[in-house]
């Protein structure tokens, strides 16, 4: 109910584009029906980033799904993308004067193996046939999508929005270790993005020619946090590997994630190979005394602008996030805003980031100035002498 408080926030600290989600549930609370009064709250919050000069992208789907879906069967059903379609049609007509760049599906890679083999989302099942048949469905949801938003939007920007988590072998010597590296890089990062590239879908020993989904994608958009170390295991139960992040990196508040920035430049390089423009739509650290954020989003930014210097076609960079928000399973456990939010009074509390992030969007640059007033810790790493 504070979105213009949000959103004057964004604008006055010089940010130009704002990318938020639409909660189908709202928009179709039962299959029968739609709620016009959700329509017009979500138009009235595109108008209000017209009006402050922020370029919205919508995100359609961002891992929930409306109770009536899930009874259905949710994303194991095959019947889904096409109600989906419709959910994408009814909002693509109620906002295409406002929105001309979509992201469809956020994190298709988490939504699958976080609700279907790690079982930490909603459901909670550990089944590899069940997850293939939900990745299996959410492309063909997001190709759907594509052509729906493309007939009623010819002009329109509509990407894909992958969490890209840099895996490496643990030992650059062992043979196993690579082995197993690229195999969880590949079911994780590439099955999705390429499959939506090339029209063929490879996940967990399973192939398949997906033909209607290839070429659906104007843009690809990169969510990337942190990096793993991947050694080999005997450990059929975990796909013959361990994960551990890289000895020495600085750690997160609950050790959610670690922070190694060439993982960045991993992640824009795994982008570039499908020639297309590139987004950082996701990218921080959850940080409630904002010790780590400022050096974290820093490094970050300098490995995008490495990337730009081998004329890689990136062409925004979103910070996750604005305000404090709901983490999913983890609740209010994890703070990622650059502001931070009191639960109890919804006072926003402002951290030392804002105004890092403020100069960085106002300049369009990063200075050892700034990198000095700011991360002090990170200046040698970033400006070496």
């Known amino acids: 109910g504070r979105w213009k408080e949000v959103l004057d926030r964004a604008a006055e600290c010089g940010q130009n584009a704002h990318r938020f989600s639409i909660e189908w549930s709202r928009i179709q609370p039962a299959p029968d029906r739609w709620d016009e009064e959700a329509l017009d709250h979500y138009r009235a919050i595109l108008r209000g980033l017209h009006e402050r000069k922020l370029t919205p992208m919508l995100t359609l789907h961002h891992f929930s799904d409306p109770l009536w879906l899930t009874e259905k069967g949710a994303w194991e059903n095959a019947e889904t993308p096409a109600l989906f379609a419709a959910f994408v049609r009814k909002v693509a007509e109620a906002v295409k004067e406002y929105v001309n760049l979509w992201t469809v599906i956020n994190e298709p890679n988490v939504y699958t193996y976080s609700g279907y083999m790690t079982g930490e989302f909603p459901p909670g099942k550990h089944d590899s046939n069940a997850a293939y048949n939900v990745l299996l469905n959410l492309l063909r949801g997001h190709a759907a999508a594509y052509r729906v938003i493309h007939e009623i939007q010819p002009e329109a920007q509509v990407g894909t929005c992958t969490h890209f988590r840099s895996f490496v072998p643990a030992r650059e010597w062992?043979?196993?270790?690579?082995?197993?590296?690229?195999?969880?890089?590949?079911?994780?990062?590439?099955?999705?993005?390429?499959?939506?590239?090339?029209?063929?879908?490879?996940?967990?020993?399973?192939?398949?020619?997906?033909?209607?989904?290839?070429?659906?994608?104007?843009?690809?958009?990169?969510?990337?946090?942190t990096r793993d170390l991947v050694e080999f295991a005997f450990d059929s139960n975990n796909f013959f590997h361990k994960r551990y992040f890289p000895p020495g990196a600085r750690l997160s508040s609950t050790g959610f994630l670690a922070s190694v920035p060439e993982g960045m430049f991993a992640a824009l390089k795994w982008a570039n190979?499908?020639?297309?423009?590139?987004?950082?739509?996701?990218?921080?650290?959850?940080?409630?005394?904002?010790?780590?954020?400022?050096?974290?989003?820093?490094?970050?930014?300098?490995?995008?602008?490495?990337?730009?210097?081998?004329?890689?076609?990136?062409?925004?960079?979103?910070?996750?996030?604005?305000?404090?928000?709901?983490?999913?399973?983890?609740?209010?456990?994890?703070?990622f805003g650059l502001w931070g939010l009191n639960t109890e009074t919804q006072a926003r509390i402002r951290r030392k980031s804002v105004d890092l992030y403020a100069e960085i969007c106002k300049t369009n640059s990063l200075t050892n100035e700034m990198v000095e007033k700011y991360a002090p810790a990170a200046l040698e790493r970033i400006f070496p002498q």
């Open 273 to 335: 190979q499908f020639k297309l423009p590139i987004m950082v739509t996701e990218n921080g650290v959850e940080d409630p005394d904002d010790s780590l954020r400022p050096e974290y989003t820093a490094e970050h930014i300098h490995q995008v602008w490495r990337a730009i210097n081998f004329n890689w076609p990136i062409k925004g960079y979103f910070h996750w996030s604005l305000v404090d928000n709901f983490e999913w399973e983890r609740g209010w456990t994890q703070r």
């Open 174 to 225: 062992n043979p196993l270790d690579a082995l197993v590296a690229g195999r969880v890089g590949q079911a994780f990062n590439g099955s999705f993005a390429q499959a939506v590239a090339t029209g063929k879908f490879s996940f967990i020993g399973k192939n398949i020619e997906v033909p209607e989904v290839k070429g659906t994608q104007d843009f690809i958009g990169v969510n990337y946090y």
